[in-house]
């Protein structure tokens, strides 16, 4: 019971530690669209009488 | 009879089958499991009533057999099938020399044991709980029993040795409470009323003891049975939230690092558009955010964005739209869209990036209550290098949100699944 703890415990702050430094790096918050050079032309919302 | 200690045969005096007698000095009636004949044991087993054979309960518990309840042995000396509308369940009377008699009682396949009980104990009637507002609760000592139901039901079948007289189709009104890990039964008669305790046995365990082949086969939750919970689930619903929390502070703290913004010119006329805005990126590996203000209303821009990185590459082409509607109607002042944008990406390498804004279409939007439009002017460009993100914290903090829930949401469910077959409403539920 007390390895299943320690395991956990490990691998719980291991987790935060990784994943805290991956999200300083700033992984997680590119923009999906800049890896393709794919233009997407909006028309706004009111063409699709989407505005209230 | 039975309070002659050597007996431990008698021949039934209505069909002449031998029975063994098994109960102590306070039965007071035998019920022939050959033809019914309810005997009367203090008065020379006479003939009282006749019970009806056909309708026999099925249970695994026989007559005379011997087995340990709570580290006690009893002997089975009767069996009592109640009926309510459509439920059924079996009593088994027990009988133990030391501990004196009690009911092991089977209910869709889940075993559970009633004594009487004896502690002081406010009454609880049908007339107490039908003019409760709230929930109705007595306590006993320190454990309290909250009303769960209140039941009329009737013995439909009835044999071997009991310390009462049951009676085909006498109706049995109980009322009764429970707490985390008992229930009180306060049964009344015409003529008596008493009350029970009952709690919620290890089945395996008294099969086994008793001799039973078979498992018992339990339909659902019991009223009464406690949750099967692995030795870490406490742990587990602790130490989870706790994780879950740290990444949420982590997450927070992480959503407001914005990191350096570099000395660009920050503010253009769109007039001026196109323009092309070089700059300086340092350090690799750290994410870099575009940030585009406008200052539009009931409006829309479309603006494209292209980047090229210091070797004249293009890095990517894509494009922002600037939309923001204001108003008002019947319901109030209402605003939607966003007059800014922003676009967010890695560099490759550090040098010298040239940003270039264009404005591609654009218009304005005049509905009914909408406020005066205004075409997008002038906009604010803001270049930002070592911006960080919370995306992945705030998963990782969904996943231990999860780990912790989980046993929390267990016993959450069983805990519903426990007060299912309570007959109270509250007022607010109607």
Known sequence: MMMFRLVFVLIAGSAIAGTTYFSYLGHGGASSDVDRSIRAVSAGRFVNGRIK | ?430
């Open chain 2, 1 to 430: 009879m039975s309070l002659n200690p050597d007996l431990k045969t008698i021949n039934c005096t209505a069909c002449g089958a031998g029975l063994d007698v098994l109960g102590g000095g306070r039965v007071t009636t035998h019920i022939c499991a050959y033809c019914g004949t309810a005997l009367d044991a203090l008065d020379g087993y006479k003939a009282l009533v006749k019970f009806d054979r056909l309708d026999r309960p099925q249970t695994p518990f026989k007559i005379g057999m011997k087995g340990e309840i709570l580290g006690v042995e009893y002997t089975v000396i009767g069996l009592l099938e109640h009926k309510e509308r459509h439920w059924r369940w079996v009593d088994h009377q027990v009988f133990s020399p030391t501990h004196g008699y009690a009911f092991l009682t089977l209910e869709d396949g889940h075993l559970t044991f009633s004594r009487r009980f004896r502690k002081p104990v406010a009454w609880l009637s049908k007339t107490i709980v039908n003019r409760a507002e709230k929930r109705p609760q007595v306590r006993a000592g320190r454990e309290v029993f909250k009303y769960y139901e209140t039941s009329a039901s009737e013995v439909s079948f009835a044999e071997g040795e009991f310390t009462w007289a049951p009676r085909k189709g006498k109706k049995t009104h109980t009322v009764t409470a429970m707490s985390e890990a008992a229930m009180l039964s306060f049964s009344s008669t015409a003529r008596e009323r008493e009350i029970y305790h009952t709690v919620y046995v290890d089945q395996a365990e008294v099969a086994r003891s008793f001799g039973l082949t078979e498992p018992l086969k339990a339909k659902g939750t019991h009223a009464l049975q406690v949750q099967k919970s692995g030795a870490n689930d406490g742990f587990l619903a602790k130490a989870g939230l706790a994780c879950m929390a740290v990444c949420v502070v982590l997450g927070i703290f992480m959503f407001l690092q914005n990191g350096e913004r570099l000395p660009t010119q920050q503010r253009f006329g769109v007039s001026q558009l196109p323009v092309t805005i070089p700059f300086e990126v340092t350090q690799t590996g750290r994410l870099a955010r575009i940030e585009l203000q406008g200052n539009g209303r009931n409006s829309w821009s479309f603006l494209s964005v292209e980047l090229e990185d210091p070797e004249g590459e293009v890095l990517f082409e894509t494009g922002r739209t600037l939309e923001y509607y204001s108003g008002r109607d019947n319901e109030g002042s209402w605003s939607e869209g966003n007059n800014w944008a922003h676009l967010a990406f890695f560099p490759p390498m550090a040098g010298k990036y040239s940003l270039t804004l264009d404005m591609e279409e654009g218009d304005l939007w005049s509905g009914a209550g909408s406020s005066s439009p205004r075409r997008m002017s002038k906009m604010d460009v803001h270049i930002r290098t070592g911006v960080s993100s919370s995306f992945w914290l705030n998963l990782l903090a969904l996943v231990f949100g999860c780990i912790g829930g989980l046993p929390l949401l267990r016993r959450f469910l069983h805990k519903r699944a426990r007060w299912r077959g309570s007959d109270w409403v509250e007022e607010d539920d109607d």
